[in-house]
């Protein structure tokens, strides 16, 4: 009878730890969450900007904005490819895992951001190498 009692009692205390643990998705984020979805969100406006700037400034090379716009649409997907290489299991990560997503997407978006930058910035005479990016006077 008391392992009877025993048992229940363990079974009771693993539903209440499953159920909590499957409920934690739905509960508010906490702030670093919120603080790094709002981080995310700033990053990903940034990055459309410069993009859209960098398309506008080298408007009259059709070719480049037509390869802009692919080599655009495919750092898209290997960004969502190398945040599921990150984190291959979305369930296992814990409370923290949104915030890790979006601090690893504003990580690789700000790369993205500093490699964009390179047509707008320009590069020096002499660059042999420069391809598409504008010669700075």
Do not use: H
Request: hydrophobic share 40%; glycine share 4%; with cysteine.
């Amino acid at each position: 009878m008391k392992q009877i009692r025993l048992l229940t009692l363990a079974m009771l205390l693993f539903q209440t730890i499953l159920t909590t643990a499957q409920t934690q998705d739905k509960l508010p984020p906490d702030e670093e969450t919120k603080a790094a979805i709002g981080e995310f969100k700033l990053v990903e406006a940034e990055l459309n900007t410069v993009f859209n700037k960098v398309l506008t400034q080298y408007k009259s090379n059709a070719e480049f904005v037509k390869n802009m716009k692919e080599s655009q649409d495919l750092w898209i997907k290997f960004r969502a490819a190398e945040l599921k290489a990150k984190f291959p299991a979305s369930g296992e990560y814990g409370s923290v895992y949104t915030m890790c997503v979006n601090d690893y997407l504003t990580e690789m978006t700000n790369e993205r951001i500093t490699k964009l930058n390179t047509w707008l910035k320009g590069t020096y005479e002499g660059d042999v190498c420069s391809g598409s990016v504008k010669i700075n006077n």
